[in-house]
């Protein structure tokens, strides 16, 4: 695809990871669409990016929540940019902080509707745009340890959203069989943003130590060159050279480029890099001495 004539839409673009997103993208000559709960930041940030960088951007208050206000945000994108080829979901909460005690149910649903129906709406409501294009692509963001060896603990909403989007993007990486288009989640790693400030406002004590002390060290840190092999692993995975990769959940920290660009086992039907379950049947677990 060519950058200076594509089309890119983010959801959660005016902070953090979505921010830093919106603006390597447009650096490279793409057409920003961007997204979020503020309407005047995502309109002071997409003002920013064409100030910046010389290219075409919009900025819409979005509750990615709403079915109605994402198509309304797709449509605006239509309008003044013109079809997205690429659509990065990256609107999120964290959820309660705790026990499955410590928060009312109701807080914990609510993540769940964000993180997974939120990602849904997102992918509705541009799914004809990408995979009607030449090399269309869905980036989920991973997260929470999900296919590490162990979830973030403390954070059982936000990591049992981000195990849905795995089994999601599989799923929806089979509609696109058809297509040169793909459908991937990546999980950056940790950067140091203001996602985790809500584990400190819990307190150690519902957080744990381990988590109250990740978060604590992440104060004040820059997100300066904490994102480099993010975008390393994502302008790989959205070229044309990726199309054998879809229905994967992908990490910054323990994949690149060279590493997926050398294998012969993404195949529709391989399990590298998905979710499965360890039976010793179909799976087996490799026990590293």
């Keep these: ?27 490279r000559g793409w057409q920003i669409g961007i997204c979020s709960r503020s309407g005047p930041e995502a309109t002071e940030v997409s003002i920013d990016l064409t100030r910046e960088f010389g290219v075409s951007s919009v900025g819409s208050a979005t509750d990615v929540a709403s079915p109605n206000a994402v198509e309304a945000f797709a449509q605006v994108v239509r309008r003044d940019l013109g079809r ?15 026990g499955p005690t410590d928060a009312p149910p109701e807080d914990w649903a609510a ?14 409501a541009f799914w004809t745009d990408v995979i009607s294009q030449p090399d269309g692509r869905i980036i989920t963001m991973s997260g929470g340890g999900v296919g590490g060896p162990r979830p973030l603990r403390k954070t059982t909403a936000y990591v049992a959203s981000k195990a849905a989007l795995a089994s999601l993007v599989e799923t929806l990486s089979y509609e696109m069989q058809d297509t040169s ?16 400030d809500g584990v400190l406002r819990a307190g150690r004590d519902l957080a744990g130590d381990d988590l109250f002390a990740d978060a604590a060290s992440r104060i004040g840190q820059s997100t300066t060159g904490t994102l480099t092999d993010f975008f390393r692993l994502l302008t790989y995975v959205i070229s044309p050279e990726s199309r054998e990769i879809s229905g994967r959940t992908l990490s910054a920290r323990w994949n690149n480029p060279e ?13 590298l890099y998905r979710l ?3 039976d010793n049947q179909l799976f087996t677990e490799e026990v590293k001495e």
């Excluded at 997205?84 to 705790?98: D, E, F, K, Q, T």
């Design 181 to 196: 288009s793909t459908i991937n989640s990546i999980a950056p790693g940790a950067v140091p943003t203001t996602f985790m």
């Design 84 to 98: 997205p080829c690429l659509v990065i979901c990256n609107a999120a909460i964290l959820g309660p902080v705790g």
């Design 1 to 27: 695809m060519s950058d200076r004539q594509s089309v890119a839409v983010i959801s959660g673009g005016t902070r953090g990871i979505g921010l830093e997103i919106a603006r390597f993208l447009a650096s």
């Design 276 to 278: 499965r379950r360890i």
């Design 111 to 124: 993540a769940l509707h964000v993180n997974v129906s939120g990602v849904y709406n997102m992918i509705n």
């Design 259 to 271: 590493e997926l660009a050398g294998l012969d086992q993404l195949t529709e039907d391989a399990n």
